[in-house]
T-cell receptor, first 111, second 114 residues
């Protein structure tokens, strides 16, 4: 069964303490992998789309990378405003384009 | 670009009444829109896929007669919660995709049924 697993479930960092969030997937054929940020009480905000292994994308303190089995969201020198839940979603190739979402990683950055 | 709006942002209603939520793609056309439900501290649960000009496709376990979906145009989809009950209280989020790939989400609608 296709699955998307995010780890850790929760992560607490001090401001400036860099770290990575993981999204591993067991799908047969990847069309795209998506990262979103969700603040409490709001809809997810799109961050990145990755399509092939080796691809990297950056936005401010965030960098997303993709391998054949997993994706990492690296957060460099995080600030308290980076606190949010980060969601990963996987879209399969050759079929429905409905993505499968992971459960998310709740990130708290302490000042 | 790729902005999706939802209205209302929150609604309180009495048990037994119906509530309509609108989802609009403001700067692109969306052949397909999606409706999700999210419980506190849980991930998104897909309810249905809405296709312009055709019937929505509901996920297993979602009552299509309770959650009526209409996709009237390439920029508007509506979700009507019929005869709402307290257990329907939740956070409802729509999303739209310009080209069938990346989904862009609305801000969500919080529904409280008393």
């Amino acid at each position: 069964e296709d699955q998307v697993t995010q780890s850790p479930e929760a992560l607490r960092l001090q401001e400036g303490e860099s770290s990575s969030l993981n999204c591993s997937y067991t799908v047969s054929g990847l069309r795209g992998l998506f990262w979103y940020r969700q603040d409490p009480g709001k809809g997810p905000e799109f961050l990145f789309t990755l399509y092939s292994a080796g691809e990297e994308k950056e936005k401010e303190r965030l960098k997303a990378t993709l391998t054949k089995k997993e994706s990492f969201l690296h957060i460099t020198a995080p600030k308290p405003e980076d606190s949010a839940t980060y969601l990963c979603a996987v879209q399969l190739s050759g079929g429905s384009y409905i993505p499968t979402f992971g459960r998310g990683t709740s990130l708290i950055v302490h000042p | 670009g790729a902005v999706v709006s939802q209205h209302p942002s929150w609604v309180i209603c009495k048990s037994g009444t119906s509530v309509k939520i609108e989802c609009r793609s403001l700067d692109f056309q969306a052949t397909t829109m999606f409706w999700y439900r999210q419980f506190p501290k849980q991930s998104l649960m897909l309810m249905a896929t809405s296709n312009e000009g055709s019937k929505a496709t509901y996920e297993q376990g979602v009552e299509k007669d309770k959650f009526l979906i209409n996709h009237a145009s390439l920029t508007l989809s509506t979700l009507t919660v019929t005869s709402a009950h307290p257990e329907d209280s939740s956070f409802y989020i729509c999303s739209a995709s310009p080209q069938g790939e990346t989904q862009y989400f609305g801000p969500g609608t919080r529904l409280l049924v008393l």
